[in-house]
């Protein structure tokens, strides 16, 4: 069918419109779009058992296998699918680099993808297809959520466009407003090598939201506030979704006077550091400095000749406990429940399928504990599907990507906290600086109690280079 490409794939995010998309190119001759075939969490769509025979299994044993499937199994036509940025990490590579894989770029405002993905998580509605059953709900905008939804995009389409450029290729980019555009999809088709053209688009999906976005945001006012330190220029449809911007720096958190800025690294004694940082000053938590930009931050810095910017490691069996605790054990408020229903099923992980309850013991938290141990050693290797995120991605990785921006002036331990903290206020004028309180990690059961040899060499296999870097001995 084309004489360029054996197979394409569809780069975009959730509420981008790609399920639109997906549809106008299953309507072409010769054109097969198989969903969201890398996901996570399921393989094609949330209710497929399989993908050209190949079960979820066997894709995440190999991937590989399925990306060759598709690309040999659509005779004289091309097979593709979506592909977002949290999706399979190990296949990506293969992708990109390959010069007969067509590439299409979908993408759309942040800010309204982000409305409404939080409108359809409130109305429980991912797609319309029929106009009398459609859910009213409102969106209410949270400012660092909406950041981390911002800076997730903006380094995957970094990604993608740097790719493109090292290996010579280009992309196919369509706006989410092109989308309603016949002549669009059917230039698409074209590029792709169908011979077929449409007369009109697939009219089953609807467009779920077409409210002004002003009505469709509980927390509107809000909203602009907290969008109005971001160039607005910069939220349109660009597909690099500038300013580019370390993922870290909304993060920071500085003192209300004194100049001290922390950097925080997740699943470390963040919690701690605050309330020493409100306790330094005698403040509430609410008059801490957050939210920075980059510009802001050296805005920050300017203002403040003689500040000092710090971060703090925790032992990385002890983080690794608190993100398994307060992102996997638990359902709650924060919890990754996508992940966690992952890891349960492809991963074998023993936890309960709802909230700990009485019945959870202190052994079976301890084998729970030890499996995620496990898996971490895969993900940190780039054996899973499942994405490594920065609440256990290894602290030594985390640091080098502070230091795009700027590197922190001193690198504390969680247990030297009460030596070094105090005497770094110091060191910027303050006369009497308070002693840091720890902070337990919440948990079913303390690392204490469950804490084992195996348990430590489970944490030194998958955290070999922080604890090579930073110098840690055994936790106990």
Request: charged fraction near 20%.
């Given at each position: 069918m084309s004489d360029r490409f054996d197979y394409f794939v569809v780069f975009a995010e959730m509420r981008t419109g790609s399920n639109f998309l997906e549809a106008n190119l299953n309507a072409f001759d010769g054109l097969s779009c198989l969903g969201e075939v890398f996901n996570q969490h399921f393989i094609g769509y949330p209710n497929a058992e399989d993908v050209l025979g190949i079960s979820q299994a066997e894709r995440d044993r190999d991937p590989e296998r399925l990306l060759t499937q598709i690309r040999e199994a659509t005779p004289g036509g091309i097979g593709g699918f979506r592909f977002f940025h949290d999706h399979d990490p190990r296949i990506l590579p293969k992708i990109l680099a390959d010069e007969r894989c067509a590439k299409i770029v979908l993408t759309r405002n942040p800010v309204d993808s982000y409305v409404s993905w939080k409108i359809a998580q409130a109305t429980g509605q991912w797609k319309l297809t029929n106009v009398k059953k459609r859910k009213d709900g409102k969106a209410r905008f949270d400012a660092q959520e909406f950041e981390a939804h911002l800076d997730a995009l903006q380094a995957f389409q970094v990604t993608l466009m740097n790719a493109l450029q090292v290996s010579g290729q280009t992309a196919f980019y369509v706006a989410y407003e092109d989308l309603q555009n016949v002549e669009v999809m059917n230039g698409l088709a074209k590029w792709l090598g169908a011979q077929?053209?449409?007369?009109?688009?697939?009219?089953a999906l609807k467009r779920q939201n077409p409210e002004p976005i002003s009505d469709k945001v509980e927390n509107f006012a809000e909203m602009e506030t907290a969008l109005a330190r971001l160039d607005r220029f910069n939220l349109t449809r660009t597909p690099n979704f500038e300013p580019r911007r370390g993922p870290?720096?909304?993060?920071?958190?500085?003192?209300?006077k004194t100049p001290l800025i922390y950097m925080p690294i997740k699943s470390g004694p963040e919690e701690a550091v605050q309330n020493w940082l409100q306790a330094l000053d005698e403040v509430e938590d609410k008059a801490l400095l957050r939210n920075f930009s980059q510009k802001s931050l050296r805005q920050w810095k300017r203002e403040r000749p003689g500040h000092r910017s710090f971060t703090v490691l925790r032992h990385?069996?002890?983080?690794?406990?608190?993100?398994?605790?307060?992102?996997?054990?638990?359902?709650?408020?924060?919890?990754?429940?996508?992940?966690?229903?992952?890891?349960?099923?492809?991963?074998?992980l023993p936890i309960p399928e709802e909230e700990p309850g009485s019945d959870y013991t202190l052994e079976a938290h301890r084998e729970a504990f030890t499996a995620f141990l496990v898996f971490l050693k895969a993900n940190l290797s780039g054996q899973t599907a499942v994405r490594i995120d920065g609440h256990w991605a290894s602290q030594a990785h985390v640091i080098h990507g502070m230091g795009e921006l700027t590197l922190p002036d001193m690198i504390v331990r969680e247990d030297e906290m009460a030596s070094y903290l105090p005497a770094l206020a110091m060191q910027v004028g303050h006369g009497a600086p308070p002693d840091p309180v720890h902070v337990p990690i919440r948990a079913p059961y303390s690392l204490a109690q469950i804490y084992d040899d195996r348990l430590e060499s489970a944490a030194r296999e998958a955290y070999q280079r922080d604890y090579l870097m930073f110098g840690f001995g055994d936790w106990l």
């Open positions: 077929s053209q449409l007369d009109s688009l697939n009219t870290a720096v909304p993060g920071y958190v500085a003192a209300a990385p069996l002890a983080r690794a406990h608190d993100a398994f605790c307060n992102k996997i054990l638990t359902t709650g408020k924060g919890s990754y429940n996508g992940i966690r229903k992952t890891l349960r099923r492809a991963h074998n």
